[in-house]
């Protein structure tokens, strides 16, 4: 092997790359210190997943992570995953896959590049600095080339960035447009500088919710990092499991994790709680990254009206604007958000179908559906509740 030949890996568990060798390819911004700009791709994030058995058998997640080496070092890598159905991806394929099945097909197992359960955009082909366009190439070349060796149905990249849906749809993969509801900071020296850019209405309503939420009967607490206890982390995990069994069927995420996340990832995460009497009774649990909060999970043991905005949203907007963060990100579907100061913003995957009547067929749908979330963005973002500057004052 030549010092420019590149070796393609697929690794059934992340312990098999070392955590410094993925973390500078998932996070170089970090190793010189500072937080990581997406903390999912994190190999302690990976890992916990992983050691907690939310993801590998029986899970319909099976880990084959990617690895791209140059003379012995690891240039790249990639979070793929063996999937046997659509669950925990938030970019819906299942109307693909059941006219794939009806045609006589087979659409299952097929592979993934994405974080489990998390509708949160970020890097999926991860490379050093540096190696970026090399190391992004190789990993669509080695993950297409796995699935079609394998006689796999399709290969898709969800919720990956711009750059990375401009590279694959140029490297012949079919680009698709979907959208949620994100909240940016321009730089607000606090939440009343937010609401004065609301339309009157709009800012007395938010008011009001807030108003309301905090008269509960309790305190409102947010924690991060040691000030996270094991106590708060066993409320968080009967909260999720309340809302994911009423939302999934079932939670995606075992108990294990929530006691694994206290111990390697609690400085990664805020921890939003009501409590009555000194006893959690709703939480939302976000993630925090180098320039954006991202929302993950909400439950509630009580019913207290405007409880869910207050801890999901306001209080992620405080915190961020506390922080100097850029966004936040609250996950998923929502057009609740919209009124709160959440705008629709656009998110990008990338899929490769190994049946060429099939891949003609899913694209004529994809354009059809990218004009349609183009338009369904521009009308929500009208429906926002900032105001309406009027042309001269542009001018």
Known sequence: MTETELTVTAHDSIHAIGADAWDACACPEAVEGGRAGDPFTTHRFLAALE???????????????????????????????????????????????????????????????????????????????GHEEMGRAALLQGATALAAQNRLSSLHVTFCTDAEAA?????????????????????????????????????????????RAQGFGGEIVALTGDDIRPAHWQAMWQFYQDTGARKWGTPYLTRAFFDIAHERLRDDVLMVLALRDGRPVAGAMNLIGRSALFGRYWGCAEDHPCL???????????????????????????????????????THSLHWLRDPGFADAVAQYLEAERAAVEEEIEILTGYGPFRKIPMEDHE
């Open 51 to 129: 050691d907690s058995g939310s993801v590998g058998p029986g899970s319909g997640w099976q880990p084959h992570y990617l690895t791209v080496a140059r003379g012995g070092d690891v240039i790249a890598c990639a979070p793929l995953y063996l999937k046997g159905h659509s669950q925990g991806e938030y970019i819906f394929d299942h109307a693909w896959a059941h006219a794939y099945e009806r045609a006589g097909g087979r659409y299952y197992p097929k592979a993934q590049v994405a974080v489990p359960f998390t509708p949160v955009t970020g890097r999926r082909l991860l490379a050093r600095r």
């Open 167 to 211: 590279a694959g749809a140029a490297a012949g993969l079919l680009a698709r447009r979907t959208q949620q509801y994100h909240w940016h900071n321009p730089g607000y020296a606090d939440f009343e500088a937010f609401l004065a850019d609301l339309a009157s209405r709009k800012r007395k309503t938010i008011r009001k919710e807030r108003a």
């Open 308 to 346: 869910h905005f207050e801890l999901c949203y306001y209080r992620a907007m405080d915190f961020a604007i506390e922080r100097g963060l850029e966004w936040v990100e609250a996950g998923a579907q929502g057009e609740h958000k919209l009124a709160r100061g959440y705008l629709p913003r656009a």
